[in-house]
């Protein structure tokens, strides 16, 4: 049987993509480079222009991107928020640069027009968590975006820490972070 192969501007499009990952990971918008973009993705400046027509387009497409692939790799699961949210955590241990994107759009972007993709997966994350409420599934006490916010910071909260607090919490082991984020989300939805 014969492999697909994606065509020419697929590839290249995905090879920009997983460049300017690296780059805003690191530097986020405002210090990420086109040149070095298209460097490391052996293309040129021209090539991210066609496919986005600006710096920020191709953020907002990365971090778009991104956050669908969170949603696909660790699907919303009501009936057991805190094992969603450890699997969440999982991903963000594995995904280091997601959580870093997050950081950079709501620092540099959150003033822009919401990008529609991830204004919808919220909506439908939300309704979710919303029907689960009504069906006694869990607590109304949160309102359900709320709810769903305070699991998903949780779920970062490892991810997100700033150096100098990070430091303090040394000896928590892996494994202990992520019981600790299942734990939280337990007593959060507890009753």
């Known amino acids: 049987m014969a492999r697909f192969t994606p065509p020419a501007s697929d590839a290249m499009r995905a090879r920009l993509l997983l460049a300017a990952r690296d780059e805003f990971a690191a530097t ?3 210090g990420a480079r086109i040149e070095r973009i298209a460097a490391a993705s052996s293309s040129n400046k021209a090539q991210i222009f066609h496919y986005f027509g600006s710096k920020e387009g191709l953020f907002d497409a990365l971090f778009a991107q991104t956050v669908a692939e969170t949603f696909d790799e660790v699907p919303l699961d009501t009936d057991d928020l805190p094992a969603y949210a450890g699997r969440l955590h999982d991903s963000y241990v594995r995904r280091p640069w997601a959580p870093r994107l997050a950081t950079w759009h709501r620092l540099e972007r959150g003033a822009a027009a919401p990008l529609e993709a991830i204004v919808e997966r919220n909506a439908a994350a939300i309704a979710e968590v919303e029907r689960a409420q009504r069906a006694g599934v869990l607590p109304r006490k949160y309102r ?5 916010g305070l699991v998903l910071h949780v779920a970062a909260f490892w ?11 040394q000896a928590v082991v892996p494994t202990r972070r992520r019981q600790v984020v299942v734990d939280a989300v337990t007593a959060l939805v507890a009753g």
């Open 28 to 30: 986020g918008l405002a």
């Open 144 to 148: 359900p975006a709320v709810l769903l």
């Open 159 to 169: 991810s997100e820490a700033a150096p100098e607090f990070d430091a303090l919490t």
